[in-house]
């Protein structure tokens, strides 16, 4: 792909800053978002996928403090911030990546040597890469698809060329990353803290998604508490078992009923975009930026797949076949979750993991090692694919340089395969509960800490290839009924013209409607994801969540310093619970090395 080098005539603030278009630019830049801001993002993600099960997009953070290196370049510093996100969120994503390794323990598979796991997670990297800008000109230039993380973070590059306005943000995140810290360092030293199961990473992320979505994972997880009586009376558990042993198959299904709804309705949205029907929304930009050379990107996109099948089947001894099929999936749900991701600002990596094992399941897979080995084919492009059209669509907003954007983006991808694994080792050495199997553990047993629902998900589907139980597929088909169902409910009433009067007329229709979506009929999405944790996560979820709602409330003036309303992802709440994450996930990385280095000096 080709891309020529255009040089700003704008003349940067600060003269010590590299001329724009330079090598020296744009190794400052890969630098800050591979060096930097890219472990900082890494070290978040992977603690946040080994306590939570998922992880908050590093993009927000990045091009934040991205931000306060291009400053200096005046308007013209949006690009670089840009590139400097893109990057880091790219070594944030991968580095979540090594949820794999510890499902191989949980199962207790043979774990391959560091090396041909790190090649695996770079070629499906690259690959998934390549697929994602492939659809590029499909979700973000014709269908002009909203990504709303993308477009907060175009927001956020504009915004912070106010001075004023970027001392503010820095400082918000600064002291949430501080509070963060302190809460990670009290909750394992005072006993106080620990027997109320503190977690500041969980109530941070709370902060960020709101009190719609943080409730609705609190009411799921009272109600299969209260239900373990039941399901232990009727064989699904055993006496002493958590909930979630049994709840993540309804979860799931919950999960599948309700994108049943929502893709057939995207996939009628467009097609009516793709026809014309839908009138574009944005003015458009110059085409000079986008051009990318389609003959190359093909043969990238051959090239790393083929790297995949040797790497998968010669070094870590899965089936040709299976690899196959899975490449064959990624075209599919990279555009499937991208529309997803476009629309609702949810990629739904762990689902295209666990519907890619019931597939390959239907076609004779009986090997869990097979299994997690293609899966992980999915889960990785996913990310990487669908990471690429949200940047790309914060480019598209910019007029940032298409291809300049993706060499940043592989670049990272490049350092997050690395990254997976040193992250990986480092918390599964200095934290042992990460290496127990928690599918096979008592409700008594389960760690508060580490839910890592996601390494849950994948080991009880990959176990279910052996040991065949037919209660789990009637809990899952449960869930698909009830996730259809209320999915079904909940886009017509809310399409409802009369009960969309009110809902925003009234403070009493506006409560009504909050009461709707948090309790009496909430997101499938939400609910299920109170199925997959364990009951406290699920509680300070919600009260993050909470305190966000009631900050967000106050009528405090929040654009006030920059003659404008600010974008949601700026918001007070956001920005403190996005610093709580990384402060927590800092300081789960510094006992961990300390308690490393006293492992090794013993």
Known sequence: MNAAVVK???????????????????????????????????????????????????????????????????????????????????????????VLVQAMVWLGLPQPPVIPLVLY?????????????????????????????????????????DPALLRRSVGKLGGGMALGFAGGIASTKLAALAALDLSTSTFGAGMVIGARIGIPSLVAGVMFNALTPYFVSIGWLHQGDPFRKISFLISLGMILGAALIDLSVLFVETVRRARGAVAATAAPLDDGWKKTN?????????????????????????????????????????????????????????????????????????????GLIAASILLVACSVGCDMQ??????????????????????????????????????????????????????????????????????????????????????????????????????????????????????????????????????????AFGGFVNLPTSAWLAGGGVVASVMNSLPNGEGAATGGDLPEDMSTASLIGGGLIAGDAIAALGLGIAGLIATLAS
């Open 390 to 527: 949200q940047d790309r669509s914060t480019g598209w907003r910019l007029g940032t340089n298409r291809v300049l954007q993706f060499r940043y983006q592989v670049a990272g991808i490049a350092v997050g395969a690395v990254a997976a694994m040193v992250f990986v080792r480092l918390f599964m050495s200095a934290y042992p509960v990460l290496r127990l199997d928690q599918t096979v553990m008592t409700a008594a047993q389960q760690p508060a800490q580490w839910s890592a629902a996601m390494t849950y998900k994948f080991v009880g589907i990959l176990r279910s290839l052996t040991e065949d139980k037919a209660y789990q597929r009637t809990a899952i088909w449960i869930g698909i009924g009830a996730g259809f169902i209320i999915q079904a409910l909940r886009r017509f009433i809310k399409s409802r013209a009369g009960y969309q009067r009110f809902a925003g007329r009234s403070k009493t229709g506006s409560g009504i409607d909050f009461v709707l979506d948090a309790i009496v009929l909430p997101s499938p999405y939400a609910f």
């Open 8 to 98: 700003s005539p704008t003349t940067a603030r600060w003269k010590w800053l590299p001329e724009i278009g330079t090598w020296k630019y744009h190794a400052l830049l890969a630098g800050v978002g591979m060096l930097i801001l890219g472990p900082l993002g890494g070290v978040t993600a992977s603690y946040m996928t080994f306590s939570l099960g998922f992880f908050v997009g590093g993009q927000v953070l990045a091009g934040i403090l991205g931000s306060v290196i291009t400053f200096g370049y005046g308007v013209e510093g949006k690009h670089g911030a840009n590139f400097i996100q893109t990057t880091a969120a790219s070594v944030a994503s991968m580095s979540a990546m090594g």
């Open 121 to 161: 997670l770079l070629c499906i990297g690259m690959f998934g890469a390549g697929v994602g800008m492939l659809y590029t000109p499909i979700l973000v230039d014709r269908l002009q698809l909203t990504y709303p993380s993308g477009l907060a973070v175009a927001n956020i590059l504009r915004a912070l060329t």
């Open 294 to 370: 389609t003959r190359k990107l093909l043969a990238w996109i051959a090239f790393w797949a083929l790297g995949i099948v040797l790497v998968g089947s010669q070094l870590l001894g899965a089936s040709v076949g299976f690899i196959l099929f899975a490449i064959g999936l990624v075209f599919i749900f990279a555009m499937v979750n991208g529309i997803s991701l476009g629309i609702s600002d949810n990629n739904p990596i762990s689902s295209a993991f666990v519907v890619s094992v019931v597939l390959m399941a239907a076609l004779g897979l009986r090997d869990p090692t097979v």
